[in-house]
């Protein structure tokens, strides 16, 4: 993977619009080495430890990890033990371990921290969407 890294670094200098007038042949080029490296970056596996408190492996939650720029949702089925490896939904090439933690604590904030930020990573609209909607409702009041 760092050998596809240095070479698609290459290819981006040397097809980018600040160094290269931009024209529809060096902007595809450029378009197919950025769509190759993100299939390389998607199909590369990906492990990732996962701490858990007894509650949680007892009970099974859902959970959504982000490592390294990749974002993963992960069922954890009810009395799941230490060592489990969970594929993330719709990313096989994206494991977590699970580790249960000795110590209780309680999930309710770091369950509503992870539910949050999985409102924000999936559901919200970007910042431009909001805008752009905001800008409708003016337009339409007036």
Do not use: C, Y
């Not at 490592?67 to 954890?76: D, E, Q, S, T």
Request: glycine letters at 6%.
């Amino acid at each position: 993977m760092p050998e596809a890294k240095s070479a698609f670094r290459q290819v981006a200098k040397r097809l980018h619009p600040d160094h290269t007038p931009p024209t529809p042949e060096t902007l595809s080029r450029l378009a197919e080495a950025v769509h190759a490296i993100r299939t390389l970056e998607k199909s590369d596996s990906l492990e990732v430890e996962l701490a858990l408190s007894p509650g949680d492996a007892r009970d099974g939650v859902t959970r959504t990890v982000t490592h390294r720029g990749r974002n993963g949702l992960f069922r954890i089925l009810p009395d799941s033990a230490s060592g489990t490896r969970i594929a993330a939904i719709g990313d096989p090439a994206f494991t977590i371990v699970i580790r249960i933690e000795a110590q209780t604590q309680t999930s309710a904030p770091t369950t509503e921290a992870g539910l949050n930020r999985f409102v924000d990573d999936f559901v919200k609209g970007s910042p431009t969407a909001r805008l752009a909607g905001w800008l409708r409702k003016a337009r339409s009041a007036a």
